[in-house]
């Protein structure tokens, strides 16, 4: 299994088009697109999760720096963030940004880890969930 974090999305991309387009690259077992808890908006980033990593390579390479819905996207590997002690309130939510970029975060489910992006890229502070 292969997470790909999709950054610069447009505010009107969904999840049915996020997984529409990444299908092109094999099964697509998860596509989200992460909105905000207060106003249900698109935060402009989102994740795809193939289960084959030849897959998700092959997404990764063919669509970063790519024009998707209008927008120019950036496509990486998803970073694994797991809290200490067990339950949904201890799993990390994002990441923390890398130079001059901004992390965003996944929210998991109970039991799942948490996936985020530490990364170069969108300008601002880090912040996640």
């Given at each position: 299994m292969?997470?790909?974090f999709v950054g610069g999305l447009a505010?009107?991309?969904d999840d049915q088009t996020l997984r529409q387009?990444?299908?092109e690259f094999g099964p697509v077992e998860?596509?989200?697109v992460v909105k905000d808890r207060d106003t249900g908006r698109s935060r402009?980033?989102?994740f795809v999760r193939f289960a084959?990593?030849?897959d998700a390579t092959n997404a990764m390479s063919a669509m970063n720096n790519t024009e998707f819905d209008g927008r120019v996207i950036r496509v990486d590997k998803a970073s694994s963030k797991v809290g200490q002690g067990g339950g949904q309130s201890s799993m990390s939510y994002g990441g923390s940004g890398g130079p001059g970029g901004w992390g965003g975060g996944y929210p998991p489910q109970q039991g799942q880890q948490?996936?985020?992006y530490s990364g170069p890229?969108?300008?601002g502070q880090g912040t996640g969930f």
């Amino acid at each position: 299994m292969s997470k790909l974090f999709v950054g610069g999305l447009a505010w009107h991309t969904d999840d049915q088009t996020l997984r529409q387009k990444f299908e092109e690259f094999g099964p697509v077992e998860e596509a989200v697109v992460v909105k905000d808890r207060d106003t249900g908006r698109s935060r402009g980033f989102g994740f795809v999760r193939f289960a084959n990593e030849a897959d998700a390579t092959n997404a990764m390479s063919a669509m970063n720096n790519t024009e998707f819905d209008g927008r120019v996207i950036r496509v990486d590997k998803a970073s694994s963030k797991v809290g200490q002690g067990g339950g949904q309130s201890s799993m990390s939510y994002g990441g923390s940004g890398g130079p001059g970029g901004w992390g965003g975060g996944y929210p998991p489910q109970q039991g799942q880890q948490g996936y985020g992006y530490s990364g170069p890229g969108y300008g601002g502070q880090g912040t996640g969930f």
